[in-house]
Every structure is written in C-alpha cells, then in structure tokens.
C-alpha cells in the first residue's frame, strides 16, 4: 500500500513539474498533507475517501470524479435504496406487536432514547444543585414548565378536536357496516327463530312417528351448518369494522403524538421541580437538620429516661444519614447510552481476559510441540461450546466466589465505590458492577479466548527459520529471542486473531447480557421484547443499529492495530 | 596451518532404512585470513556444508573445527552471512546491527555503541539508509545491510552463503568490490559459497569444485594465482583469469553430464513415444508445436 502511495506521489509531482516549471517547491507541504492524509485514511482502512481528498488537492480530477461515482455514489444510492424498500415493505408487514417499525419510526425512536438520556442527566443535575443556582433552577423550571402546559393545553385541544374530527369520519366510515351489521342481525334472528320452530315441529312429527328420527338428526346438522355460515358473515363484517377502528386518521394519530410529546415534557418538569424543591440534597439535608435540632431541644427538655434513650437514638440515627446525604446520588435509570457504555465496558474487561490468557498460552503452543499436543484436545473440545452454556457454567462456578452476599463482596464493593481512599474518583462508579457483568464478561472471554489463541500459535510456530538462525548465531537468550524475535514476527497475526476475538466477544456479549440480565445492550433488547410497548419495537431495531456500528468501530480499531504491528504492506509476510 | 577444518564429515537425512547422503566424505581445510570459495550446482548441498561450518547443523560423521576446537553450536564468530538477507523486518537497519553490536559488545556506552553501527553502516555505504525497514530497501541495500550486520559482530571467519545470487548483475559486481574491500583492508578468514565461477575467480585465493549430490563432495581444488588487487576492468585480459576461467567452468559441466549419467543409470526411463498427435480438428500450427518434445527426446 505504501509503494502505491510512493509511487503516485512521483507521478504526481512530475505531472505538475510540467504544468507549471519552477512551482513545485510552492507545492511541497501541501503534497505532505495530501499524502499525510491519504496514508491515515489507508491506515484506518477507509479507503472510500481516498478520491474525494485527491479531488480536493486537484489530482486528475476526471479519474477521481468516476471514482467517487463508482466507489461513493453508486454504494450510497444502494444503501439508500435498501431504506428507502425497508420504508415501503416494513409498516406494511403486521405483526402481533404492531406493524414493523420503517426507517422514520426508527430514527424517532432514537431521538427519543437521547431525550429520555437527556433527562437522566438534568434531573441528576438537579439533585446536586446547591444554594442560589439551586433557587436560580428552581425559577427557570417553573419558567419552562409554565410554557410547556400552556403549549400541552393548546396541543391537548387541538388532539381533542382532531380526534373528535377524526371519530366522526370513522363513523362515517362505519356506518354502512353497521347498517349491514344490524340488517344481518336481525335476519340471523329470524332465521334462528324459524329453524327453532321446524325443530319443534319435525319433534312432534317424530314422537307422533309421522317421521323418522335420522330426519330429526339431518335436520340439526343442516341448522349448525347454517348457524356457523351466519356468525361467520358476522365475523366478517366485525372484522372490517375493527380495522376501520384499529387505524385511526394519520392526523389524528399525529396530533396525539405531538401532545403526548408535550405531555412528557410538563410531566418532566414537573419531576425535575420536585426534585428541586423536596427531594435534592441540600434540602434533604437541611431537612435532617432541622429534625435533629428539634430533637436535640426536646432531649435537653426530656425527664423520663425512656424518652431520653429514644431520642438520643433518633439523633443518631439522624447524624448517620446527614454524613451519607453527602455522597447520594441520584440512582440514574438505564437509558440506551449507559447502557452500550456498560456493554463496551463488559467487552472491554472480556476482551482483555481473553487477550491476557490467549497470547501467553499461544505463545508457548507456538514454541513447544509438546505443550500444543497437550493443548489441541482441550482447545478442539471446548472451542465449539455455545456461550449459552459457559454463561450457565459461569454463573454457577463464578457465582460461588460471591456469595453469601454479593454486593457486600471486596470487588463489588471496590468497583462501586464513588471515592477510592476518599478522594480518588472511582471512574467505574457509573457502571454499577455487579455478578452479572462479571459473568457476562467472563463469557465474553472464553469465547474470545480461541481465535487469539490458536492465531498467537499459528503466528510464533510459522517464524522464518532464517530469523530462528540469526538469534542463534547471535546466542541470544529464550527472553531475548522471546522480546527480541518471537513477538515481533508474531504480531501481526496475533493482532489477526485479536481481531477475530473482539468482534466474537462483541457477538458474544449481546447474546450473554439478554441471557444474564446483566445491564447492556443485550438486556435492553431483551427488555423491550419483553415490555411490548408501542416504541419497543422500533427500539430493537435501534440497539440492533447501535450493535453493528460499534461493532463496525471495533472492527476498524483492530485493523488499525494490525496494521501499526505490520512490519511489511500490512501482510503478515517477513 | 589450517584455521578453518572439516574432515572426513558426512551428511545424512532419514532414518536409517532410507538414509539420503547429502554430503559425504568432505575434507576442507582454510588457512588463516585465506579467502576460499565453494563453487557448486544448486541442490548439491552448498547450504548444508555452509550450515555446518557455521555450527547450525551438526555432522552424521566426521568432524568440523576451527583452530582446533570442534564446532559445536553457532556463535558470533562464525559470521554467518544468510542468502536471503534475514534481516529482521520489523527493525530498521541500524537496529539490526544494534542488535548483533549489543549481544557482542555488551559493556560498551550508547554512544560507542552507535558509533560503531555509523562505522559498519559507512563500511558498507548505507549511511544514508540507517533508518529505514528492510522493506524499504532494494535487494542489494538489504543484502548490504546484512553483510554490515555479520560484520559487526567482528567474526573470525566471515562464511557468504550465496551473497549475491539473489542481486541483479550491475549490484552484484559492485557489491564484489566492496566485499573484496573490505577483506583486503581487514583480512579475516572467508568462505564464500557461489555458482558464479567469475565472481569465484576474481575474489577467492582458491575455489572448490563440490560434486553433484547426492553424497556431493569436495573435489580437487583450483589455486588462483593471480595479484591483488584484482581489477575487473583488466579481467578479462588476464591469462590467469581466462585459463581458470574455462577449466572450471569445463569441469563443472563435467559434473553436470556425469551427474546426469549416473542419475539415467540408476532410473532408466522407459522408451516410450506417442503413435499418434493428430488432433481430430488438424489443427496444424498445433500439430507441429505438439511434435517438437518427439524429436527431442
């Protein structure tokens, strides 16, 4: 890739000695930009760019047009197509939770997630807040708050009125069935009414034996036939009705949208007013406080000994929350960013596990025949296991350290705690570690575990003998040879299989979180399969968006690496 | 007095029941700061005496020293030189040579210690190359660089193992010169090992005809008498250089037709001829193209 650079830049820059003789030295450190760039669009491994940014420094400009049309246009024209058939297939595909969310609904759905997120963050703002910003929120709210019911009244009309225009065209809409509705009705009646009164009279015919009982049983038989036939018109009719009901006029719906919308925002405010006013930590505070002096004037007044002990107990009980008031927070829910930070974290910590056991254990099948034939049945064995069950086998093996309570366990207690010492601040707090992640981690790990491994060994035993005879004429010793040759010529395609191993783990990882409910993005699409609320759906397919774009980011990072621990043109060739 | 020594070794592969003889019956002996080269086919076992001789490889039989103690294990002082350059590709060259300076010099400071990489860098004229990866470099800066690495290491006996095979023909006379340089400013004991009988005849003091394997061997050796400096200009003037010139050459083609005899003696191919090419179409351009391997064999 390289020499392709190089040489384009030779080309290039003779191209220009001949359009313009005695500039070239002008051109110099804009060529260095150029290249600069192209060759970290090549390192990160998108390539697309690659025209557009020659087209920007004016080289060959007709070449790069068709490029950018061949290798940009045309693969966003095909993507935007597929949406654009996603838009049209989807909404009209009915399912028993609503019809498939399009493209649009998606995309509304995310911006809800983010203003839901955005919410978390002001009411915990909020909690926080302290003395005159305090005051100074608390009239901006009410500020804001007043505005939005004002403009959820007027919304609020408007939907109504809507809805009542709306519920007018759909009895417009429905009368004609109803009018069929009743009219069959009332046929069905007098149709049951004359079977009933044949029934009755081939009855006496058969007990006065003018008929024969068979006739009797015909007769019923040919009466539920025509019962079914008339219910099932009925059904038909009641069907159509439903249908009418179930779809309400688009502006309708859109306007109980958009109030609904509103309605949120007054009932936030309304939350975060509350916070503000009862439930934040200097009120709460100051609330302790004004109990404790109470108190403390009614024990200085207090005779009986009883009532002494009982409120010398209250004060301290008191005093005890006043110091914890300081370090509440407020528990934030988990909205859609926390958790993909948290299934990041959960990849990250499984990632480096396997990284951690793989390369070593790799290392040493690479270099020893003998450790890789007491490895390959275990590796043959357990490599194909579901993570399904290692997440089982976790939770009962890895559990068992935790108990008999795993919150109050060093490493929980460790991980969650908001100051180290009481003064560092503990970066993980946020995530809320729990045996869950740890088992979902774990998970992760094992089964990131294999491609690392069995690529460490593939890239340490396929070292260039010439390479293993310049460490021995030069007597280096096994950890210089190990530093020296063994790693370097091996990395790149340990860095291969890392790769493999962090998009595994990423797949992994989902799967696991849904199965565990450990918090992360699996948990969230198990969570809103579960929950069935009109948004859920649109929401799955949002995290199932999110998942492939870290995943693809992930991905990309990996290259990078691989190709930073490349010696050669990014193959793995010495 | 014979610095460098091999006697009677031989090389075998497999096991016992179906042993393949690479080398046998090798008797080689160097004197001190003498320059010798190995001349051979390729597959005759060059690579293999090369191996030994720098202690990779140990001998089925017989045994192989250097000023009297056998070789037992490869070392700094038997500068071995690899044919593929095998240099370490994700260093650059001066790390390279670091690498080799810091395990034979251990107790010099940074800056010895980089002054003599610059000193062996400048020795081979890639000063201006020092920072860069193998990959960079043109096959003949990269087999330069690893010459500066072999003789960094300050070897007694510097062993070529086809230095130059892999060059084109304009980089490899330069590179001759250069190498012959070298020796002749710092003499050390030379066992260079080629295909090339002038690049044989212009650098060694003698050359060593080995046999065609299998059980390849060393045959009578031709002494090359000519004055040093050589001048490649003048070669092909000299006498000396002509007369050695034409009996190697001539002898190694005498191997190569007795190899090929011996080789038709121990399989005698079957006697066999098409009866028929003609193709159903008659295509015939094909036709004739079809029957020339007839007429050959």
């Excluded at chain 1, 493999?500 to 699996?522: K, T």
Aim: proline share 5%.
């Amino acid at each position: 890739m390289e020499r392709h650079v190089h040489s384009a830049a030779v080309q290039s820059s003779f191209g220009r000695l001949e359009h313009q003789p005695g500039n070239t030295m002008a051109d110099l450190p804009k060529d260095k930009i150029k290249y600069g760039l192209l060759k970290f669009i090549d390192l990160s491994g998108f390539k697309v760019f690659d025209p557009p940014i020659r087209l920007i420094f004016g080289e060959d400009p007709q070449k790069q047009i068709r490029d950018i049309a061949k290798f940009m246009l045309l693969p966003i024209l095909f993507v935007g197509m597929c949406i654009w058939m996603w838009h049209i297939i989807g909404p009209n595909h009915k399912t028993k939770s609503g019809a498939v969310p399009g493209p649009w609904t998606v995309w509304n759905a995310y911006g809800e997630s983010a203003r839901f997120d955005e919410r978390e963050q002001e009411k915990m703002e909020d909690f926080a807040l302290e003395g005159a910003e305090r005051i100074e929120r608390i009239s901006l709210v009410k500020k804001q708050l007043d505005e939005f019911e004002s403009e959820a009244k007027k919304l609020q009309k408007i939907s109504q009125e809507t809805e009542e225009k709306g519920n007018e065209e759909q009895e417009k809409r429905l009368a004609p069935f109803k009018a069929q509705m009743e009219s069959l009705t009332a046929k069905i009646k007098t149709a049951k009414a004359e079977r009933k009164a044949a029934q009755v009279a081939l009855a006496e015919k058969v007990t006065l034996g003018e008929a024969k009982p068979e006739e009797m049983i015909a007769l019923f038989a040919k009466h539920s036939e025509a019962n079914t036939a008339d219910s099932e018109a009925k059904a038909l009719i009641k069907a159509e009705m439903d249908e009418i009901r179930s779809d309400p006029p688009q502006e309708v719906q859109k306007a109980k949208l958009a109030a609904n919308k509103v309605a949120d925002e007054v009932q936030h405010f309304k939350k975060r007013l509350d916070i503000l006013e009862n439930s934040n930590k200097e009120v709460s505070k100051e609330k302790i406080l004004t109990t404790i002096a109470e108190k403390k004037t009614e024990l200085a007044a207090a005779t009986d000994p009883k009532e002494i002990a009982k409120l010398s107990k209250s004060i301290a009980i008191a005093e005890s929350n006043l110091a914890k008031a300081d370090e509440k927070k407020l528990a934030p829910s988990a909205t859609i960013f926390w958790q993909t930070k948290r299934s990041l974290a959960t990849v990250f910590v499984g990632f480096m596990l396997a990284a951690l056991i793989a390369i070593p254990v790799g290392i040493m099948c690479g270099l020893n025949k003998i450790v890789m034939a007491c490895l390959t049945p275990i590796i043959s064995i357990f490599r194909p296991v579901s993570p399904v069950v290692w997440l089982l086998i976790f939770q009962i093996i890895v559990g068992a350290f935790f108990l008999p309570d795993p919150a109050k366990h060093p490493l929980f207690v460790t991980l969650n705690n908001e100051y180290w010492f009481g003064w560092i601040k503990n970066p993980f707090a946020f995530l809320g570690t729990n045996p869950a992640m740890v088992f979902s981690a774990c998970t992760v790990a094992m089964c990131a575990l294999w491609p690392a491994l069995v690529n460490t060994a593939l890239g340490v035993s396929a070292i260039d003998k010439d390479h293993m005879n310049v460490a021995r004429v030069l007597k280096l010793g096994f950890w210089q040879r190990l530093f020296k040759i063994v790693i370097p010529s091996s990395l790149p395609l340990v860095f291969a299989g890392l790769r493999i191993s962090l998009g595994v783990g990423w797949m992994v990882l989902i799967a696991a979180e849904a199965l565990s409910s450990s918090d992360g993005l699996g948990k969230f699409v198990w969570d809103e399969y579960q929950n069935g609320s009109s948004r859920s759906f649109a929401n799955i397919i949002l995290a199932c968006f999110i998942v492939g774009i870290i995943g693809f980011f992930l991905d990309r990072i990996m290259i990078v690496l691989q190709k930073l621990v490349s010696f050669d043109d990014g193959s793995a060739t010495a | 007095m014979s610095y460098l020594e091999m006697n009677q070794v031989d090389v075998s592969f497999g096991p016992v029941s179906n042993r393949t003889d690479v080398l046998s019956n090798i008797n080689l002996s160097v004197k001190e700061n003498e320059f010798v080269a190995v001349i051979g086919f390729s597959g005759a076992g060059k690579s293999t005496l090369m191996s030994l001789l720098a202690g990779l490889q140990q001998p089925t039989a017989g045994e192989v020293k250097m000023d009297g103690k056998l070789i037992k294990e490869p070392g700094p002082d038997l500068g071995l030189m690899f044919q593929n350059y095998s240099l370490l590709p994700w260093l650059t060259v001066n790390e390279n040579i670091q690498l080799a300076v810091k395990k034979v010099f251990p107790k010099l400071s940074k800056s010895e210690r980089n002054d003599k990489i610059a000193h062996y860098v400048e020795m081979v004229k890639l000063g201006h190359a020092g920072d860069k990866l193998p990959h960079e470099l043109s096959g003949g800066m990269r087999q330069r660089a690893s010459l500066a690495r072999t003789l960094s290491l300050d070897p007694k006996v510097l062993l070529l193992d086809e230095p130059l095979s892999a060059l084109d023909a304009l980089t490899r006379s330069e590179l001759q010169d250069q190498i012959l340089n070298i020796w002749e400013t710092d003499k050390r004991t030379v066992v260079m090992i080629t295909n090339d009988v002038d690049e044989a005849v212009l650098m060694a003091d003698r050359i060593v005809p080995l046999t065609m394997g299998p059980k390849a061997t060393l045959a009578e050796e031709f002494v090359v008498n000519m004055e040093r400096p050589r001048d490649r200009r003048t070669l092909n003037d000299h006498p000396e250089f002509m007369r050695l010139k034409t009996e190697i050459t001539l002898f190694m083609m005498g191997l190569n037709k007795e190899s090929k005899a011996a080789a038709a003696e121990v399989v005698p191919m079957p006697d066999i001829r098409p009866k028929d090419f003609s193709l159903p179409s008659a295509n015939i351009r094909l036709k004739n193209k079809v029957s020339q391997p007839t007429s050959a064999a």
